[in-house]
C-alpha cells in the first residue's frame, strides 16, 4: 500500500461551493476511484488550505491515475472543482495538488 498526502489552497470566495459539491461526490467519481485501487481517500480543509490523503492499493500508480485522469466524468467534476483551487507555490512540474512527504506513520 502507498499512501499519498497532498495539499492545495483555496480562496475564500470558493470554500462554499468546494464543500457543496464534497458533500455530495458523484457516484461515477467514487466508482472510478474504486476501480483505480484508490482507498481511505479523505480531504480536509484548515483556513484556506486543503489537504488530501488517499491509500493506493493497486501495483501501478501511473496506470491507474491515468485512467482516472482519462475518465469522461472525472473530467466533468474537474471542470467544477479545479476552478475553485489555488495551486501551492513550489510545486512539481506536472502537480496540480503538491504532494508532501510523510514524516511519521503508526499502524
Known amino acids: 500500500m502507498k ?5 492545495i489552497g483555496i480562496h475564500t470566495e470558493n470554500i462554499a461551493r ?6 455530495a461526490v458523484w457516484p461515477e467519481i467514487l466508482n472510478r476511484l474504486t476501480e483505480s485501487h484508490v482507498h481511505n481517500y479523505s480531504i480536509y480543509r484548515f483556513e484556506n488550505t486543503l489537504f ?3 491509500e493506493y492499493l493497486g ?6 491515475m491515468a485512467a482516472i485522469a482519462a475518465d469522461p466524468k472525472t473530467q466533468e467534476w474537474w471542470k467544477l ?3 475553485l483551487q489555488d495551486p501551492i507555490p513550489g510545486r512539481k512540474e ?3 495538488w503538491m504532494e508532501i512527504p510523510e514524516l511519521f506513520h503508526l499502524d
Open 18 to 23: 468546494y464543500e457543496e459539491l464534497h458533500s
Open 81 to 83: 472543482c479545479v476552478p
Open 59 to 64: 501495483d501501478d500508480l501511473e496506470a491507474d
Open 52 to 54: 488530501a490523503y488517499m
Open 3 to 7: 499512501r499519498i498526502a497532498s495539499v
Open 94 to 96: 506536472g502537480e496540480w
